[in-house]
């Protein structure tokens, strides 16, 4: 099994940047492909950006692209979501996933495991 741990979550205001890191214990071998999602109150939860096992596969949604940057490193079983430029639509739980396959998708039920989810404010 793989565990998931999000941090770096906070409040911001509009504009500001933030750095969310991921990082896996447990059989960070098993994992592939890695994501970040967001789930903002009474919305779905939707996909932000995921990397391939190669770095240089990646994958943004239209909303962030130009604004976040993911990035892993494999020494350290870790997963990046650098946010810049932040705006109150950014609000929401972010969670980290992993997958057992390689690449970058942007489907949720790509994902084997999850994290429990680090909290993003951005005030205006």
């Known amino acids: 099994q793989v565990q998931l741990v999000e941090s770096g979550g906070g409040l911001v205001q509009a504009g500001d940047s933030l750095r969310l890191s991921c990082a896996a214990s447990?059989?960070?071998?098993?994992?592939?492909?890695m994501g970040w999602f967001r789930q903002a109150p009474g919305k779905e939860r939707e996909f932000v950006g995921a990397i391939g096992r190669s770095t240089t596969d990646t994958n943004y949604a239209g909303s962030v692209r130009g604004r976040f940057t993911i990035n892993r490193e494999y020494f350290k079983n870790t997963l990046y979501l650098q946010m810049n430029n932040l705006k109150p639509e950014d609000t929401a739980v972010y969670y980290c996933?992993?997958?057992?396959?390689?690449?970058?998708?942007?489907?949720?039920?790509?994902?084997?495991?999850w994290g429990q989810g680090t909290q993003v404010t951005v005030s205006s």
């Open positions: 996933a992993a997958a057992r396959w390689g690449g970058s998708s942007p489907l949720a039920h790509d994902y084997n495991y």
């Open positions: 447990g059989h960070p071998d098993l994992i592939n492909g």
